[in-house]
Antibody, heavy 117, light 106 residues
Framework: EVQLVESGGGLVQPGASLKLSCVASGFTFSDYWMSWVRQTPGKTMEWIGDIKYDGSYTNYAPSLKNRFTISRDNAKSTLYLQMSNVRSEDTATYYC??????????WGQGVMVTVSS | DIQMTQSPSLLSASVGDRVTLSCKASQNIYKYLNWYQQKLGEAPKLLIYYTNSLQTGIPSRFSGSGSGTDYTLTISSLQPEDVATYFCQQYNSWYTFGAGTKLELK
């Protein structure tokens, strides 16, 4: 059974940094692209970016490219999202997804990030 | 960016009804369109990919159609467990999602 389990969320102050993790199981992690997608409290869904199966290439939504960094550790079957200089508009639930380069076929349960002073 | 507009934003229907949800792209997306179902408090689940391909394990009452800029998700006979919010997502140019249609029982 495919499982994606996110962690690392919580309350963070504006301007701070935060690193989210996603541990994958039930499939060969190193064979798949992975993406992060977020959902705002108003339910708007936004793709953040993705990373190639070997970690050699990343893509980002243009509006987020300069503040967010996606990485992975295939030995640990873990995906990461490094968020820097966070803003109130980054408040959202962050989902780790398995990315088929067309659709997202598995999603984690999500982790909440709240940016507030 | 390609904008995705879903309508209606809220739909009330009865068990057994045929339900149609719409998704319109701001430009031609060449059938590069997926649908997801999100139940309250849960992560989204892939229903349909490439406009009309049913994901494994999804009931056959769900179907998709469309081309160009206009796409449709149809539930042939609404069941109580179909109460959810439905999102469309394009992948012709990066990935963008619609705002969702919330489906409730009348």
């Amino acid at each position: 059974e495919v499982q994606l389990v996110e962690s690392g969320g919580g309350l963070v102050q504006p301007g701070a940094s935060l690193k989210l993790s996603c541990v994958a199981s039930g499939f060969t992690f190193s064979d798949y692209w992975m993406s992060w997608v977020r959902q705002t409290p108003g339910k708007t869904m936004e793709w953040i970016g993705d990373i190639k199966y070997d970690g050699s290439y990343t893509n980002y939504a243009p509006s987020l490219k300069n503040r967010f960094t996606i990485s992975r550790d295939n030995a640990k079957s873990t995906l990461y999202l490094q968020m820097s200089n966070v803003r109130s508009e980054d408040t959202a639930t962050y989902y780790c997804t398995r990315d088929q380069n067309t659709y997202f076929d598995y999603w984690g349960q999500g982790v909440m990030v709240t940016v507030s002073s | 960016d390609i904008q995705m507009t879903q309508s209606p934003s809220l739909l009330s229907a009865s068990v057994g009804d045929r339900v149609t949800l719409s998704c319109k792209a701001s430009q031609n997306i060449y059938k590069y369109l997926n649908w997801y179902q999100q139940k309250l408090g849960e992560a989204p689940k892939l229903l349909i990919y490439y406009t009309n391909s049913l994901q494994t394990g999804i009931p056959s009452r769900f179907s998709g159609s469309g081309s160009g800029t206009d796409y449709t998700l149809t539930i042939s006979s609404l069941q109580p467990e179909d109460v959810a919010t439905y999102f469309c997502q394009q992948y012709n140019s990066w990935y963008t999602f619609g705002a969702g249609t919330k489906l409730e029982l009348k």
